[in-house]
């Protein structure tokens, strides 16, 4: 008798289209341009959603005043689902939604990582036509 394996889940089985915000420097405005788009796209009827991946400074809930934002976590079928922020038409999850903004942060490497994959495959994202993701330029290596 041959052994079931079981089927990993896929990862963001919803998502039909991926848009990337990065730059070779800091601080010229890739949040601020993900923000906007997203929203833009929102308001064109396409469903949306936002990942703030900058591990260390996520801008994402002051740019839409959620600092204070902490994401519900349900499970489902054995597995933990983050539930992202809601908000004009936009679907938010941001590291700045799970850290305190005057702690600093000293995550590297595999701990980075690991947290953003978390946030990918474990955001409860449903059915979209965009994803944005922005980070830092350091970082889009770990996505």
């Known amino acids: 008798m041959l052994k079931h394996e079981e ?10 289209n991926i848009i990337a915000v ?3 420097k800091g601080g010229v405005g890739k949040t601020t341009i993900a923000v906007n788009l997203a929203i833009a796209l929102a308001r064109k009827g396409f469903s949306v959603g936002l990942l703030d991946a900058d591990v260390y400074g996520p801008s994402v809930p002051r740019m839409i005043d959620a600092g204070n934002y902490h994401p519900e976590v349900i499970s489902e079928k054995g597995t933990d689902l983050i539930i992202p922020l809601s908000k004009y038409g936009v679907k ?7 850290v305190n903004p005057a702690d600093a942060v000293v995550w590297r490497g595999p701990m980075a990582s690991g947290f953003l994959k978390q946030l ?12 944005l993701l922005t980070c830092h330029p350091e970082q889009a290596i770990f996505i």
């Open 7 to 16: 089927k990993e889940r896929e990862v963001l089985p919803g998502v039909r």
């Open 22 to 24: 990065s730059s070779g």
């Open 92 to 98: 938010f999850l941001s590291t700045g939604f799970f």
């Open 120 to 131: 990918i495959t474990q955001g409860d994202w449903g059915e979209l036509d965009y994803l």
